[in-house]
């Protein structure tokens, strides 16, 4: 197939490029002037140059293709500026999902987030569970909005859509929030441990891509929702492995609950007055996920898309070794 990719040059992105090289398809990524795009290059792939919030280069370089991947976002739970949030995770999906319907690809394959369930009833939950009310950072909130607008589309307009929903991603070379956590465990940069009974469903970065080279080329199965990720782990499991795959002690402080959400609105708020980062990446949306955590059921992707999943801790190691090596994603 020829496929029109968006959002490659990110952590999933690069492996999934990385991936869909090995394949027979024909890639064209699309990125910014600015944007490194030598893995593009390494993969054979045509780059298109653009932006989601342009529709013009949108529709230009998915002209002639049979699918979209769609892995534009920003995701992070503090920005300076808050408008980017629905600029890309509501109108750039937006965007991206009209111009697959006046190209005529075929089958559009949209990168969501498990975040967007919030707290549903169930626990685990599932595809078809209800839900949940609330979401817990506005990055959760706008891949929200930007999955109603997708499945608004599928249903008025028949955008041959599916869509992915990965967990907590893991892997070498994460430059965003669960990677910086890694790094700054292993850096001893964290003062405490917080909230060591939450629990996250987990899944390695590799495997998210393999999921979608799978869904993408799976017949029949427009419309169909696949959460990704396997084992479940609490922060304290996950602390204890990140501390012996890198050799390095944990925090001996535990910070409770009710003082690390008062810390995180505390950070929050100088770091909207200064416009620099959080310190230790602790903004109020980054600890209000932490602390709610979420546990889903990921098995449908194994049944319907013969998914096989990497065990967390290897994940882990994956991650802890890439830091260790400064970084590089491999």
Not at 6 to 17: D, K, Q, R, S, Y
Not at 136 to 157: M, N, P
Not at 158 to 175: F, T
Not at 287 to 302: I, L, N, P, Q
Request: proline letters at 5%; charged letters at 20%.
């Amino acid at each position: 197939m020829n496929l029109f990719i968006t959002g490659g040059t990110g952590f999933i992105g690069a492996h999934l490029v990385r991936r869909l090289a090995e394949t027979p398809h024909k890639l064209n990524c699309l990125a910014r002037k600015t944007s490194n795009v030598s893995g593009f290059r390494d993969a054979g792939a045509t780059v298109i140059v653009g932006d989601v919030t342009d529709k013009a280069s949108l529709l230009a370089g998915m002209r002639g293709c049979d699918a979209v991947i769609n892995l534009a976002n920003v995701y992070s739970f503090w920005e300076p500026r808050k408008q980017l949030y629905k600029d890309i995770n509501v109108d750039g999906t937006r965007n991206v999902m009209e111009c697959a319907l006046e190209t005529g690809a075929s089958k559009v394959v949209h990168i969501s987030s498990a975040v967007i369930y919030g707290l549903p009833t169930d626990r685990p939950f599932t595809e078809e569970s209800r839900i949940g009310s609330v979401r817990f950072s506005e990055y959760a909130r706008t891949k929200y909005s930007g999955d109603l607008c997708v499945w608004d589309l599928y249903e008025t307009r028949h955008l041959p859509v599916l869509v992915i929903y990965p967990g907590a991603v893991l892997g070498p070379g994460d430059p965003k929030t669960t990677g910086q956590y890694i790094e700054n465990l292993m850096r001893r940069r964290m003062p405490a441990t917080v909230f060591p009974d939450s629990v996250l469903t987990c899944v390695h970065v590799r495997d998210v891509a393999e999921a979608i080279v799978k869904a993408l080329e799976k017949q029949g199965n427009v419309g169909e929702k696949y959460l990704i990720g396997k084992d479940q782990a609490s922060f304290a499991q996950i602390n204890r492995m990140i501390s012996e795959l890198s050799g390095v002690p944990l925090p001996k402080m535990r910070m409770p609950g009710p003082l690390a959400i008062a810390n995180a609105w505390l950070l929050t708020g100088l770091a909207n007055l200064t416009g620099k980062p959080p310190i230790w990446g602790m903004s109020i949306d980054m600890v209000r996920t932490m602390r709610y955590g979420f546990r889903f059921d990921g098995s449908k992707a194994e049944r319907e898309l013969g998914l096989t999943y990497t065990p967390a801790r290897v994940a882990l190691e994956d991650a802890v070794a890439s830091f260790r090596e400064g970084g590089r994603s491999t």
